[in-house]
C-alpha cells in the first residue's frame, strides 16, 4: 500500500489505511529580509513590484502566520522549511540565526493547522562549484550527523513535524551533487538518530537532467545523464527541487530547448519521461516525488549568467499562474507515485529565482529598468499576480484528489 502520511512518531497500526488526499508540499525559505540583497527580478520591474522587508521578515511570527493560512488556502499540506546555517553568501550567518528563524516560524499561532519538514542544504557540506560535487569526509559525516540529531531534539518532538509511515521526513537539497560514499554517510545518520528512537525519511534531491557522477574517473566528464542508482538507494525516496534546464551541457549531446513559452516546448514530455526513468532506474524501490513551480527568472540575482527565463504564461497571453497550471495536471498528477502520494511545489517565497507561488500583488509589465528596458524580463509579463498561485493550486489539488484513487497496491515505501 502507500506510504502513511502524519504527524505521529508512533508507528502507524497494523492495517491502518493511508490518507486519501495528495499530500502537497512547498519549499519555504526564512533568510528574509537579508537575502532580498542577494537581487530579485521584481526589483528591477517598472514600476518597482518588491514588498517591503518587513512583510516577509523570518524573524516575525505573524508572517509565518499569513503564510501558513496562505498556504493551507492552496490546497498545501506542509511547509518543507530551508536550513542552512554555514551560509557563504550571507557574511555573519550562522547556526544561531537559523534557529532563530526556525523559533519566529514555530511561533506562528496556527502553527499547528499544517505540518513541517526539515529542509537541509546539503551546502552546509562543503559544495566544490567547479566540479559541482559535494565530497563525503567522515569529518563531514560527523557535521551531518551532528545537525541530525539536533533537528531530532529540536524538531522531530514538534507535535506538527511531517512523518511518513512514523517516521520523520528530512528534504536534502542537491544530493544530485554528493560523491563518495554516501551510503555510508546516510547509515551513520540513522546509526546517530537510533538512540533517539527515530528513523528518519530522507528525500533526496536527485533527480535532474544532469547529475554528477557518484564516483568519477580523472577522465570522465564533470557531469553524466544517468540516473546514479547506488546513491539513490541511500534515501528512501527522490524528488527533483526543480526540473528548470538553464544551464547546457554540450559535451552531454543533444540539450533540451525549453527557451520560450514552455506551452510552445516540450518541457511536458520530457520531464515526464524524467520522472519515468528515475522510477524505472530502482524498479519502483525508491518513490520519486514529482516537483512544479510557476515559472523560473534568476536574473534579477545573477543576469552575468544569461539563463533564459521560464514564463509564469503558458503560452503568449495565457493567464499568470498557467505554467503552473499545467504542470501540476499534465507532469505532476500522471507521475505521482503509488509508493508515495506526494506532489512539492517549488517553492512557497523563493523570490531570487522568482519561482513563488505566495500572494503578490503590483500591476502587470514586461519592462524593466536595463538599459534597453527587457534585460531582466526577457519580453515576458510579471506582477500582478495576486493570489492566482495560490486559487490555483487549490483548484488544481481538490480536482486531483476528486479524480484519482491516491490509496492503491503500490511497492512499499524505501526503507533502511
Known amino acids: 500500500m502507500a506510504a502513511a502520511l502524519g504527524v505521529s512518531a508512533a508507528p502507524a497500526p497494523v492495517g491502518a489505511q493511508p490518507p486519501t488526499r495528495l499530500q ?20 528591477h520591474l517598472v514600476p518597482r513590484q518588491m514588498p517591503s522587508p ?28 530551508d536550513w542552512w546555517p554555514r551560509n557563504p553568501t550571507f557574511p555573519g550567518w550562522a547556526h544561531r540565526d537559523a534557529d532563530a528563524a526556525m523559533t519566529a516560524f514555530l511561533a506562528a ?32 559525516e560527523q557535521q551531518f550527523d551532528a545537525d541530525m540529531v539536533d533537528f531530532a531534539r529540536r524538531y522531530f518532538v514538534n507535535p506538527d513535524y511531517l512523518f511518513v509511515d512514523g517516521r520523520p521526513v528530512v528534504f536534502l537539497y542537491l544530493t544530485r551533487t554528493l560523491t563518495g560514499d554516501v551510503a555510508g554517510m546516510m547509515r551513520g545518520a540513522r546509526q546517530a538518530l537510533a538512540p533517539l528512537g527515530y528513523d528518519p525519511y530522507f528525500v533526496g534531491d536527485e533527480v535532474y537532467w544532469r547529475v554528477t557522477p557518484l564516483r568519477r574517473a580523472p577522465w570522465a566528464p564533470v557531469l553524466t545523464t544517468a540516473p546514479q542508482v547506488a546513491r539513490i538507494e541511500a534515501f528512501d525516496a527522490v524528488t527533483a527541487y ?6 547546457p551541457e554540450p559535451f552531454l549531446g543533444p540539450t533540451r530547448d525549453f527557451v520560450g513559452y514552455p506551452g510552445t516546448t516540450p518541457i511536458v514530455t520530457d520531464e515526464v519521461g524524467l520522472l519515468a526513468e528515475y522510477r524505472r532506474a530502482t524498479g519502483g524501490r525508491v518513490p520519486v516525488v514529482p516537483d512544479v513551480s510557476p515559472g523560473f527568472n534568476d536574473r534579477g540575482v545573477r ?16 493567464a499568470p499562474a ?23 511545489v517549488t517553492t512557497w517565497n523563493e523570490w531570487n529565482e ?7 500583488g503590483g500591476t502587470p509589465t514586461a519592462v524593466d529598468d ?18 492566482s498561485d495560490v486559487a490555483t493550486l487549490r483548484r488544481d489539488i481538490a480536482s486531483a484528489d476528486r479524480s484519482h484513487p491516491w490509496v492503491r497496491a503500490a511497492p512499499p515505501a524505501a526503507g533502511h
Open 354 to 360: 522568482d519561482t513563488f507561488v505566495e500572494p503578490v
Open 109 to 140: 499561532p496556527d502553527i499547528g493547522r499544517i505540518k513541517f519538514a526539515m529542509f537541509y542544504e546539503t551546502a552546509n557540506l562543503g559544495f566544490d562549484p567547479g566540479l559541482e560535487s559535494t565530497p563525503v569526509t567522515p569529518a563531514k
Open 322 to 344: 498557467s505554467t503552473l497550471d499545467h504542470l501540476f495536471n499534465d507532469v505532476a498528477v500522471p507521475s505521482v507515485d503509488p509508493g508515495l502520494p506526494m506532489v512539492m
Open 303 to 318: 543576469l552575468a549568467t544569461e539563463h533564459p527565463a521560464e514564463p509564469r504564461q503558458w503560452v503568449a497571453g495565457a
Open 24 to 43: 502537497v508540499g512547498a519549499y519555504y525559505f526564512l533568510w528574509y529580509p537579508r537575502n532580498l540583497g542577494q537581487g530579485t527580478l521584481r526589483a
Open 370 to 387: 536595463s538599459p534597453f528596458r527587457q534585460a531582466y524580463t526577457q519580453g515576458y509579463r510579471y506582477g500582478g499576480e495576486g493570489s
Open 54 to 81: 518587513a512583510t516577509l521578515a523570518s524573524n516575525d511570527p505573524t508572517v509565518a502566520a499569513r503564510d501558513i493560512a496562505a498556504g493551507r488556502r492552496a490546497g498545501i499540506t506542509f511547509f518543507a522549511v
Open 242 to 247: 526543480s526540473l528548470y534546464y538553464g544551464d
